[in-house]
């Protein structure tokens, strides 16, 4: 029978490994390393000092002193896996040895439970009555009971931790927690949890050995403070730290010569980085450390490589504490500071500091109510990497509001707590996001580590989530077997959008085999919505393919002619533009030798229009040297269009290019209305008349002209000054555009108006205007109007007019008024439109219209042919 | 004399040591002086563009040792110590190492702020360098992280020295997003220099981006009567439109007289618009005073700012604004009124406006005040949540005529949705109730997600709709599974009335598909000569009816 194991066992034989390892890294001389030592296992070693001394602030002296003495020793820890209980140790060591200095060379197994008794300097909650009333009474307690209560507290309250650190049962330590409580007062012992859980080490505790040590320092810089120091010889305490192994190794000859090999060693990697690694603004005195123990509060104020930022974040803790409670008045404290960037950076660290102390009453304060949501994210994050399974439990406790912070942050969740996610996912409402993925994401990732559990978990989610969290694990089964996941989805019981869950395994698979995907991507409808851009089924599964292998998505493309329409195309737009925008002159000849230019066409011409927009000249230089063909003329015409929109000077520019060809005048009649529908175009009306070309200056004032008649805003007495600009034959046309966009705005203003144009063909036309527009908002209040009106072409073009608007939605009243019209063009007019418009809707009437309706021959037979198409 | 020996051959050892080093890191920093001679900015832009993943034998040169240090650092640290240990890479960091540091920071939202707005700080013409180089020559850097390094520099560095950005922007040439920078530029220029800004809008056309108003309201409150001539002065679409409501707005609360007069004076629709903000505002500070101003005007002037008082009115007492307008208003500018009062009264209670709908006869006025209940009571285009029952109930208790023309506003952006409640709510309608759009966007939106089911719908719709919307969700089908789809029609019994309509639209459409040739090619056989019929059928020109009939030969 093999032995499993149990989670504690695992979780010790984890950080026992993570400490060798550590512990190698540090025998490297990698003195990041050891402030990670530092950072794991400070709370044990200030909890050892602090049991020993009972004083706050001795206890870190102590501890840190104890620190410095393992990077000194560092060579002689000969079990790496050891550490902890080597460090144990080591404090235990350094913290008698403070009580020693304190009360001379008493023996001490003679050291009675407390030695100090005198107030408390101001950190650590020193000032605070209960820190005092802990002091106190801990020193009625013998060590035996002291220091397991201590390491208690401040080990996150592990009985085996305690056990492991003073190599004791684990029964034993029970035994001592139960007794030392029992010997204090009853009402101290919620004190004490307090007090003793957050006047643990902080960040600043690691930082100030981190620089004692040099870990902070540049690498060329710490080379420079050990030389200067060995050189000099001179005799301080910090030196000392530094170099007396070095001295004493230096006793025999042979040491000497291999201290000096491992120094020559040491030094390549330093030297490496000599050149770049201090910046250059920065004197290269400025960034050599300090390396000293430190003794006091006072004394351990780091350089820091003479961070500002540091001294202002250490300050902060100097005036308000380092412990959990302290976390509060520091945050409120940021909150005042002026700098935005220090406000913003120095609320990031508490933050984080926070999640370290105290993370349950940290999570409480961020979940209050008008607090920052992002402070609130962060918080999370931060606790989730130090404390998955706790920050997870807390979160979904955490009340109003986590559903948002578990959703931003389920993609790390999955990643560092995968069991999670099922139930996290189960209570989270719908995304009110279209484009939300992360629900799929986040069980695409959990599918990674355990694909049959994250299936089943996923068909086990109730709620609105289920489809995606299936469609998560999909996407990622799909990567390696499509067919089989494909399969399994068909398999799936109705209630669950099965078209969905195969586009995510098309999708998945895109991501690692185009063509794989590509050849099924019409097996499930198009999706999406209607008007988002690139939401097609097609469109999905071809970005995915051209991030993954451009080349091979475009040339399967050029080789399935037609399988894709210009909305899935448009999924190329984003890989395109990049590859547009890095050569484009490569891109363009690369498509026409694999034969993709034509299929590509509107990714390209949508990257034109946006992202490469900086493109335009180039395509259309590369394309003055291409045959002429349906693909390259289209291409030629968009990068007109596209540039009459965004880049009018270059638009005008270009036209000058244009041949004086009718087909060369038709196409510059194109970017006239180009310039005209482009974003306010009717606005810059006045300045693009008078930087335009000759030849273009007559087609803009037409193409303004036609564009006011759709224009709902626009100004009709500024349009009706304009008209002079138009030729005589025109003005007729630019009349009953006015009137349109009149019509729109102010149906009796724009009568008003016309009833004072001469009687004639243009006041016609214009009457007809007023009344289309008027009769979208109004059908009511138009009608009312024409059948007031006298017999005459004016009525007969109103009510045409009317009619067509009308046919729409109701052809039978459209054809009533159509064949009310007395001029026989207007009414075949009228009844043709209310013709077409009857057809879909009742084929017999519409037959019968057709048959006896005022048609001409030719309308007539187009009309029986529209019937034709629709009839079996 | 021994220590003094030992000293020195230790010595000597740390130097050979810091020498071999050095002249290691020379040969490999060989290559990386000329880059280093060059253009700093195409510098950074390349450390864009590579990707950490390219590390190992063919490692990249390390342009920046402080990044590289970091990065180690951090994988093995947690908690504060990583924020430290940024702040500390942040304060030593040069220009050069950011692009760097950014790729290290990029998962970590906290830091890309911290790194950004530093980088913003000591160094925007270099951020903006490097942007416009990664603009002009691609990148493999993540476009959102591009994006987020945009927007904060354009909106910093606007706020922080809105001439410089001008003169980079000027400086740079064209490069891609050009012309979005502008125009994110000028928005954010007006909120710190409304006059610089609107300038700008009006110089670079930027009309349909509308920027904070909190510049212009402060800058209107100072001389309400010069912000109005400049804006005036400066017009721009929908941004003069916002201005001039904001600079109304804020001229009504000291001289609502004084503004109306100046809007009487100008014209065109600016001016038509400070006036309503005029009134609109003034009508909330003091309603009486409101009223009787625009009951002493003349006809045209209350005609055409009788909506914005009932706006306000409405939100105090929607019937008495009501009564208002019926008596004192007609025609369009009653329409106009209506839509605005219901406006008002829907934004104060969108349930109690909508009870005010239905308290009407049916009229124009009534499927307008309708219409404006409804954009405030359903969902938005971009909002993905159901539709509320209220609503619905509501909905199908108006007339005809209000329903119809509520649903022609409501359908795009109900269908894009929740499109089963749409097509639920439709399929029990008639005809007079739904116009054509609504049918055939929901059998498109259906067709979407499930074709046969959107057939199947649009076939139980009233007959004189049921061909229609069955057109366009077929050609929804078509469009992406042309195979499917033409299946689909052949397994219809020969006496159904659909398989002719449908197959006749979705080859019209086909015709003016780009791709029109293959697609036609592709046809099953038996379908071609069909095909040849409907295409011989079409107002086309006649080279492509050629090139298409060519298309569907059979061999």
Not at chain 1, 287 to 314: G, L, Y
Request: aromatic share 6%.
């Amino acid at each position: 029978m093999s032995h499993r194991p149990n989670q504690s066992e695992s979780s010790k034989a984890q950080r026992e490994a993570d400490d060798a390892a550590l512990v190698q890294a540090v025998r490297r001389g990698d003195k990041r390393a050891f402030v990670e030592i530092v950072t794991r296992h400070q709370a044990m070693v200030c909890g050892i000092a602090m049991g020993i001394l009972g004083d706050f602030a001795a206890s870190e002296d102590a501890a840190q002193e104890s620190f410095l003495t393992a990077w000194r020793k560092f060579h002689e820890l000969r079990e790496p896996s050891r550490l902890r209980s080597w460090l144990a140790q080591i404090a235990r060591n350094a913290a008698l040895g403070h009580l020693r200095r304190k009360r001379g060379h008493e023996s001490l197994d003679e050291v009675p439970a407390m030695a100090d008794e005198s107030p408390l300097p101001d950190e650590v909650a020193a000032n605070d009555e209960e820190a005092e009333l802990v002091r106190r009474s801990l020193a009625r307690l013998p060590e035996t009971y002291r220091l397991p209560l201590v390491l208690y507290y401040r080990e996150g309250k592990s009985v085996r931790a305690v056990a492991e650190t003073l190599d004791i049962s684990e029964d034993a330590v029970k035994q001592r927690l139960a007794r030392g409580r029992e010997m204090l007062r009853e009402e101290i012992s919620s004190v004490m949890d307090r007090v003793l859980t957050r006047s643990g080490p902080t960040a600043v505790f690691t930082m100030t050995i981190a620089v004692a040590i040099g870990a902070l320092a540049t690498p060329a810089a710490i080379a420079g403070a050990v030389f200067a120091t060995a050189a000099a010889s001179s005799v301080t305490t910090a030196a000392s730290v530094s170099t007396s192994p070095l001295l004493t190794a230096m006793s025999t000859s042979k040491t000497l010569l291999a201290t000096a090999a491992v120094i020559v060693v040491a030094c390549v990697p330093l030297g490496y980085h000599l050149t770049t690694s201090t910046p250059p603004e920065q004197p290269a005195s400025k960034s050599q450390p300090t390396i000293h123990p430190v003794t006091s509060p006072e004394k351990r104020t780091p350089d820091f490589e003479n961070s500002v930022m540091f001294a202002e974040w250490r300050q902060l803790h100097d005036v308000h504490g380092r412990t959990a409670d302290a976390m509060p008045a520091i945050y409120e404290a940021i909150g005042k500071l002026g700098d935005p960037f220090r406000r913003k950076a120095f609320y990031t660290a508490l933050v984080a500091e926070w999640a370290q102390l105290d993370p349950a009453l940290g999570l409480k304060f961020f979940f209050e109510k008008g607090r920052n949501g992002g402070h609130r994210q962060q918080f999370f994050d931060e606790w989730l990497m130090l404390d998955p399974a706790a920050a997870v439990k807390a979160l979904q406790e955490a009340g109003p509001g986590w559903e948002n912070v578990a959703r931003q942050s389920l993609v790390q969740i999955a990643l560092r707590l995968p069991s999670s996610v099922p139930g996290i996912v189960s209570q989270l409402p719908k995304s009110q996001s279209h484009w939300d993925t992360t629900v799929r994401d986040a069980f695409a990732i959990v599918a990674k580590n355990d694909l049959g559990a994250a299936l089943r978990a996923a068909q086990e989610i109730s709620g609105p989530n289920r489809d995606s969290a299936i469609a998560g694990a999909v996407q990622f089964w799909a990567q390696t077997d499509l067919r089989a996941a494909i399969q399994w989805a068909k398999s799936l019981p109705d209630g669950v959008d099965r078209d969905e869950i195969i586009r995510a395994a098309l999708i998945g698979k895109a991501s690692v085999d185009p063509v794989a995907a590509l050849e099924l991507a019409n097996s499930v409808p198009p999706g999406g919505r209607q008007g988002y851009f690139a939401d097609t089924t097609g469109a999905r599964i071809l970005r995915e393919a051209a991030k993954a292998d451009y080349e091979a998505t475009a040339a399967w493309i050029a080789s399935h002619p037609g399988r894709f329409g210009n909305e899935d195309l448009l999924g190329m737009a984003e890989e395109t533009t990049l590859r547009m925008n890095a050569d484009i002159i490569g891109f363009l000849q690369k498509r026409v030798e694999d034969g993709s230019f034509a299929a590509l066409r509107p990714a390209i011409e949508s990257a034109l229009l946006n992202d490469a927009g900086s493109q335009r000249e180039g395509v259309w230089e590369w394309l003055k040297a291409q045959p002429s063909n349906d693909a390259t003329e289209t291409l030629k015409r968009n990068v007109l269009s596209s540039a009459a929109w965004d880049d009018p000077a270059l638009a005008m520019r270009l036209s000058a290019e244009i041949p004086q060809t009718p087909e060369g005048d038709e196409r510059i009649r194109s970017l006239a209305s180009s310039l005209m529908n482009s974003e306010g175009g009717l606005n810059r009306f006045t300045s693009l008349l008078a930087n335009s070309p000759e030849r273009l200056r007559q087609p803009i004032i037409e193409a303004a002209f036609q564009r006011l008649g759709w224009d709902r805003t626009a100004d009709p007495q500024l349009w009706i000054s304009r008209l002079s600009l138009l030729p005589e034959s025109g003005r007729a046309k630019g009349m009953e555009s006015i009137a349109r966009t009149w019509g729109t705005q102010s149906p009796e203003e724009a009568l008003g108006w016309v009833s004072t144009l001469p009687v004639g063909d243009a006041r016609v036309s214009a009457l007809g205007a007023v009344a289309s527009s008027w009769a979208k908002s109004d059908v009511l209040g138009t009608a009312n109007w024409i059948n007031h009106m006298s017999p005459g072409l004016e009525r007969d073009r109103a009510a045409e007019s009317f009619a067509t608007v009308i046919a729409e939605r109701s052809p039978q009243d459209a054809w009533k008024w159509a064949l009310s019209i007395s001029d026989s063009g207007g009414r075949t007019r009228a009844a043709t439109e209310a013709a077409e418009r009857m057809i879909p809707r009742d084929a017999s009437t519409a037959r019968q219209w057709v048959e006896t309706g005022p048609f001409t021959d030719e309308i007539r037979s187009r009309l029986q042919a529209l019937l034709a198409m629709r009839q079996p | 004399m021994k220590v003094l020996f030992k000293i020195l051959v230790l010595t000597l050892a740390a130097g050979v040591g810091l020498a071999v080093g050095f002249a290691l890191r020379r040969n490999q920093s060989f290559p990386n002086t000329e880059a280093e001679a060059g253009n700093a900015t195409v510098e950074s832009a390349e450390g864009l563009k590579h990707e950490p993943k390219s590390r190992g034998k063919s490692a990249p040169l390390d342009d920046s040792p402080l990044a590289t240090q970091l990065e180690r650092d951090l994988s093995m640290s947690q908690g504060v110590t990583r924020w430290l240990l940024w702040f500390d890479a942040i304060e030593r960091a040069t220009l050069a190492d950011f692009p760097r540091l950014i790729r290290i920071a990029k998962n970590t939202p906290a830091a890309m702020r911290l790194l950004t707005d530093r980088w913003i700080e000591i160094g925007p013409q270099h951020l903006f360098d490097t942007l416009v180089a990664v603009a002009k020559g691609g990148t493999q850097l993540s476009p959102d992280v591009v994006g987020s390094l945009t927007k904060s520099l354009l909106d910093q560095w606007t706020k922080l020295d809105p001439k410089a950005i001008l003169a980079a922007l000027e400086a740079a040439g064209d490069f891609g997003p050009r012309e979005d920078w502008c125009r994110d530029v000028a928005v954010k220029i007006v909120e710190v220099n409304p006059e610089m800004g609107l300038r700008l809008m009006a110089e670079w056309h930027v009309s349909n981006y509308i920027p904070r108003m909190t510049g212009i309201a402060k800058w209107a409150a100072e001389n309400p009567g010069h912000a109005a001539e400049f804006a005036l002065a400066h017009p721009s679409g929908i941004v003069t439109e916002r201005a001039m409501e904001t600079i109304g707005g804020e001229w009504a609360k000291t001289d609502p007289k004084r503004a109306l007069e100046f809007a009487a004076s100008q014209h065109g629709r600016y001016a038509s618009t400070l006036a309503n903000a005029v009134l609109k505002e003034w009508s909330v500070r003091d309603l009486k005073a409101a009223s009787d101003w625009l009951a002493a005007a003349d006809s045209r002037t209350r005609n055409n700012l009788g909506a914005a008082l009932v706006e306000s009115w409405a939100k105090q007492d929607a019937a008495g604004a009501l009564d208002w307008v019926d008596s004192n208003l007609s025609g369009s500018s009653l329409l106009r009124a209506v839509t605005g009062l219901m406006k008002g009264a829907a934004e104060k209670d969108v349930r109690a406006a909508a009870q005010l709908v239905s308290s009407l006869s049916p009229s124009t006025a009534r499927s307008q005040a309708a219409m404006t209940v409804a954009e405030k009571w359903f969902p938005e285009f971009s909002e993905n949540k159901p539709v509320e029952p209220a609503a619905l109930t509501w909905l199908a208790s108006l007339d005809n005529d209000s329903m119809r023309v509520v649903l022609d506003e409501v359908t795009w952006s109900w269908a894009g949705a929740d499109v089963q409640s749409l097509a639920h709510f439709l399929s029990s309608r008639t005809s007079d109730q739904v116009s054509d759009h609504s049918f055939n966007t929901t059998a498109r939106e259906l067709a979407r997600k499930n074709p046969l089911a959107a057939m199947e719908w649009a076939n139980t719709l009233p007959a004189d709709r049921a061909t229609s919307a069955g057109e366009a969700a077929f050609w929804e089908w078509w469009h992406s599974q042309p195979e499917a789809a033409i299946t689909w029609l052949g397994s219809l019994a020969s006496t159904d009335s659909r398989r002719k309509p449908l197959f006749s639209t979705a080859i019209r459409n086909v015709s003016f598909d780009p791709n029109a040739v293959q697609r036609l090619a592709a046809l099953p056989a038996s379908e071609k000569p069909a095909a040849m019929e409907v295409i011989r059928g079409m107002q086309i020109p006649e080279e492509r009816r050629t090139r298409l009939l060519a298309a569907l030969q059979v061999p």
